[in-house]
């Protein structure tokens, strides 16, 4: 058993390259754009620096720097918006500098939106044009013929001619023109408010009525000369913001009013999950009543009046719409469509009017995402392997798909992602043995997207191994000290997600680093993924239906102990746990239901009570409060506060405005109540916390924390 003066001493360069780093994050490149050329936009930093340059890699390997944000910026700062603050929130963007492009149609044009300016840039000559938009300007987007830029200014769309900046769209009191919703951004995948049209003459855009809503404020207690920011936040049970779609289009020259056509649906289906206006197909809106039971996509001709239902869905539990489609076929001729009525995600190609032309894939490939549609194939993200993802084409009359990555490690992992277009794909690839590449692959070969970034000075130890609970196979990852000792018996310490859309199990090495400076600390590290989580198919994923706590804790705690079952080096009387968000919510709720498992417990920005979170992703697991009344208390670490017994070490960020620091608060008050105390450390941080210095503390506090608790 360990003892204070026995334990191995800390690998301080590799915590600090971590968080100098962002865990080894920057300087890896992030497609942006592909150009009809074939050319891939990428924006890149240093790898010791927040702030992203824009670069060119051409269809023959060759790369060029088309923009540095230190030349667009000059010697000002960049000063963002609450609002642009918040969608990079939304986007888990840490970087700045470049972060966003728009490019022409024909790809000739580039725009840059940087320090409240809008520059231009030629890609055959690199001539710039500066446009200032004579304001604030948000989330701009360039026209497809690369002559305006509309943005949001004072919560209505705007226009740029290049020129002047006029206001477009006139929102009534109480709503907003053009932005997405808290809803659409944080959980239904869609940050835009609005679409321009092919021919670059309308705008259709979201109107938000947020009147009906609770404001939240958000305050900086950490510099209390800030005023608080407010926010429209749905929190379960509450009113939703009430979203119409609209299409303003240009007039008679010299007509600075656009006409606008309202294009409404049932009032029933309360989330816009995505809208697109193809060039060849009709302008399409999906749609998702409160439950997200029914889905349905409606379609819209310019010209016609309203929207038809072109297709629609129905599942008793909830319906996942944030996986690429629909995707509209490049001559208009039909769309893709993702289902997984079937019980396993399938890729469908329909008709215009929506009926089924063909089922394009079998079960067995584990589709998982849709990247783009070409004239001939489907891009996908797939595999019936849940530690691993490749990128495959799908044949659009059918046939065997093609796998176009090697089985390597997780493809189209992190935000860079895949993108596929002008038949060109690019992938993020997390290799199995260590490393990242990402790749463009089109017509003139494969080439890879220079990256800068350092690399870690370790190989983790890490192995993935399979356990059997109750007929099911769960994936398992443990990490060892390097210097092991098969004849000692170690601490465990159990690093916890849990939640929807995330996996903690992959066939990639860097990904658990970070464990094995906690495994060189003197523990063993394990990882499982529960029922609930991604890429098992629907009824492991709805096992967690009107309650997010009892299957993910037992199938973790199973997993747990047959594993320690079958390595005995595993000391199981000194398990410890720790995640973040879900993950924190999990390790908070394990210490007080299962103090029998868990000695001790640290809860990064946890949801301590599900009423607290916001609609569209609380109500999607447990339907709503009054819906599901008993679910909430039995699923609320308030509700069992007073059963603490175990160490418990709370990490929040006060500005939090995902999970916001009221659960942390209200989780100490009912504690204090009980007459329990938990350790609690608050960071004037949001709830990535990016900065390094940080990220730098919160390890070295949270090995200390388990090496005095077990």
Do not use: C
């Not at 037992?554 to 398990?575: F, M, N, S, T």
């Amino acid at each position: 058993m360990h003892t204070p003066n026995t334990w191995p001493a800390l690998d301080d360069k590799l915590l600090a390259d971590a968080a100098a780093t962002y865990n080894f994050r920057l300087g890896i490149p992030t497609p942006l754009a592909i150009t009809p050329d074939g050319a891939v936009l990428f924006r890149r930093t240093q790898p010791r620096d927040f702030a992203a340059d824009l670069f060119e890699l051409a269809p023959d390997g060759t790369v060029r720097t088309l923009a540095t944000a230190a030349e667009l910026l000059g010697t000002g700062e960049e000063s963002l918006s609450n609002e642009e603050k918040a969608r990079r929130e939304r986007t888990r963007t840490a970087t700045k500098g470049v972060v966003d492009i728009e490019v022409s149609e024909d790809g000739s044009l580039v725009m840059v939106p940087l320090g409240g300016k809008f520059f231009l840039i030629e890609r055959a000559t690199g001539k710039r044009r500066v446009i200032d938009p004579g304001g604030p300007a948000y989330d701009p987007r360039l026209s497809p013929d690369g002559t305006r830029i509309a943005f949001i200014r004072d919560r209505a769309v705007w226009l740029s001619t290049l020129t002047a900046s006029k206001q477009w769209t006139s929102p009534p009191e109480g709503h907003d023109d053009g932005m997405a919703d808290f809803a659409a951004q944080e959980e239904l995948g869609r940050t835009r408010g609005f679409w321009w049209s092919p021919d670059s003459r309308s705008i259709a855009f979201q109107r938000t009525d947020t009147r009906g809503m609770d404001t939240i404020y958000v305050a900086d207690s950490r510099n209390p000369d800030r005023a608080p920011v407010p926010f429209k936040y749905p929190r379960a049970g509450r009113p939703n913001a009430k979203i119409m779609l609209g299409i303003a289009t240009a007039n008679a020259a010299g007509d600075p009013h656009p006409t606008t056509t309202w294009l409404p649906w049932s009032a029933s289906h309360e989330y816009l999950a995505s809208v697109q206006w193809p060039k060849h197909g009709l302008l399409t809106a999906v749609v998702l009543d409160r439950d997200q039971q029914n889905v349905t996509v409606l379609g819209h001709q310019p010209g016609q009046s309203g929207l038809r239902m072109l297709h629609t869905e129905q599942d008793d539990a909830w319906i996942n719409v944030d996986v690429g489609a629909p995707k509209w076929m490049p001559d208009g001729s039909g769309f893709l469509w993702m289902t997984e009525a079937g019980g396993s995600w399938r890729l469908e190609l329909r008709g215009p009017d929506g009926a089924l032309v063909r089922t394009l894939t079998k079960p067995e490939l584990g589709l998982r995402k849709l990247v783009g549609v070409e004239a001939d194939f489907a891009i996908v993200l797939a595999s019936a392997n849940p530690t691993i993802q490749d990128v495959y084409r799908i044949p659009l009359k059918g046939g065997a798909p093609v796998r176009i990555t090697d089985k390597s490690g997780v493809a189209g992992q992190g935000r860079s992602g895949a993108l596929a277009k002008h038949g060109v794909v690019t992938v993020d690839i997390a290799l199995a043995g260590g490393g990242r590449t990402i790749v463009a692959i089109g017509a003139k070969g494969r080439h890879e997207l220079p990256s800068v970034a350092e690399r870690p000075g370790l190989v983790p130890t890490t192995k993935l191994e399979t356990v059997e609970l109750a007929g099911r196979t769960h994936h398992v990852a443990i990490t060892r000290p390097r210097a092991f000792d098969p004849s000692r018996r170690y601490p465990v310490l159990l690093k916890v997600y849990g939640g929807p859309h995330a996996v903690m199990v992959e066939a990639a090495a860097d990904g658990y680093v970070m464990d094995q400076w906690y495994a060189d600390a003197g523990f063993i590290v394990v990882r499982s993924d529960n029922r609930g989580t991604p890429n098992r198919g629907r009824d492991w994923e709805r096992a967690i239906l009107r309650d997010l706590i009892t299957v993910p804790l037992d199938d973790q705690i199973g997993a747990l102990q047959a594993i320690g079952a079958r390595h005995k080096e595993l000391d199981l009387a000194r398990v410890g746990i720790y995640g973040w968000s879900f993950g924190g919510y999990v390790a908070a709720m394990a210490v007080l239901l299962r103090p029998d498992v868990f000695k001790a417990a640290i809860a990064g920005a946890p949801v301590t009570d599900w009423a607290l979170y916001d609609t569209a992703y609380t109500e999607r697991y447990m339907k709503t409060p009054q819906q599901n009344a008993a679910g909430y208390a039995a699923t609320s670490a308030l509700t069992h506060a007073a059963k603490l017994t175990r160490p418990l070490l709370v990490i929040h960020g006060i500005t939090d405005d995902n999970v916001h620091f009221a659960h942390t608060l209200a989780l100490v008050e009912q504690l204090y109540v009980a007459a329990k105390r938990a350790e609690v450390i608050t960071l004037s941080a949001t709830h990535m916390v990016p900065d390094p210095k940080l990220n730098l503390a919160r390890e070295q506090v949270q090995i200390d924390f388990f090496r005095e608790k077990l």
